[in-house]
């Protein structure tokens, strides 16, 4: 919650992507931090590096502000919890922003 360490974007877009993993739980969190004109938007991915229909960057909401733990919210109502168990990537994209942490929660 102090914000140690942070993935950063400056005013140049920027991207991360996890390494393939499993989760279990509903929902995704992240804490995060941007500037009035900065943004966060996540892409969940197949483990082959392909986005998965409904929770592509079309379909998410762009996070902007400050929050310790804001759930991501895919606009078609996707549903997190019809992914769990399988091989996924998160592709977070960044612009004038710090990512802190994410989190899967029930």
């Known amino acids: 919650t102090d914000g140690f360490v942070s993935v950063h974007a400056g005013a140049e877009?920027?991207?991360?992507?996890?390494?393939?993993?499993?989760?279990?739980?509903r929902k995704l969190l992240v804490?995060?931090?941007t500037s009035a004109g900065g943004s966060l938007q996540?892409?969940?991915?197949n483990g082959n590096g392909k986005p998965i229909p409904g929770f592509s960057l079309t379909d998410v909401?762009?996070?902007?502000?400050?929050?310790?733990?804001?759930?991501?919210?895919?606009?078609?109502?996707?549903?997190?919890?019809s992914l769990v168990g399988q091989t996924v990537r998160l592709r977070f994209i960044l612009q004038d922003a710090d990512l802190y942490a994410i989190q899967f929660r029930n």
């Not at 877009?13 to 739980?25: A, Y």
């Open 61 to 81: 909401e762009r996070l902007v502000g400050d929050s310790i733990e804001q759930r991501v919210e895919w606009s078609n109502s996707s549903k997190l919890a």
């Open 31 to 33: 804490n995060y931090s």
């Open 42 to 45: 996540v892409e969940i991915q």
């Open 13 to 25: 877009q920027g991207e991360m992507i996890t390494r393939p993993l499993r989760f279990t739980g």
